[in-house]
């Protein structure tokens, strides 16, 4: 069955349209949007999330270990929203314990992140977590900055 030109070409605009409006619909959706519980409330390992010239910047806070890491990457919403939304900057001041599990989950984001042409930078990691990358030699793989500042300067370049 053969479709005439007329209507390929009103099918073709159709999809065009339909692709602009679900554009507009992921722009205006933020990583805040997504990292809420359904009473409004935000994860309990997120402390505050800040959008500051189009990079994200999720504070995060409390545990992150064997326990608290499938939690956050189980998440779908947090995940996928995580891999389709902007550049990150993950502020660790507030984490009070990390393990091994921490630096599989980051490369895991990473790996998420550059799939889709996102880069991801960390800042204020703890003392424990800078040991286990020396000692993984992963030091390299993941971009740390001293401070916030550096970080969006990186990204903004």
Known sequence: MAISGKRLKIA????????????????????????????GRLFSFVKEIELKK???????????NA???????????FTEKVMLDRDMILD???VTETDSSTL???????????????????INVPQTLKKQLKFNR??????????????MN????
Not at 67 to 77: A, D, E, G, H
Not at 107 to 121: E, F, G, P, T, V
Not at 154 to 157: C, K, Q, R, T, Y
């Open 104 to 122: 599989a989950a980051f490369i895991l984001l990473i790996s998420n992140l550059k799939a889709h042409n996102r880069r991801l930078a960390i």
């Open 154 to 157: 990186e990204f903004l370049e």
């Open 54 to 64: 189009g990079v994200e910047i999720l504070r995060l806070k409390g545990r992150m």
């Open 12 to 39: 073709r605009e159709r999809v065009r349209q339909t692709i602009k409006k679900v554009k507009k619909r992921v722009d205006k959706l933020r990583l805040s949007d997504l990292t809420k519980t359904r009473k």
């Open 67 to 77: 326990s608290t890491i499938p939690q956050m990457m189980s998440n779908r919403k």
């Open 138 to 151: 992963l030091k390299y793989f993941l971009r740390i900055y001293k401070s916030e500042k550096a970080a």
């Open 92 to 94: 660790m001041e507030y």
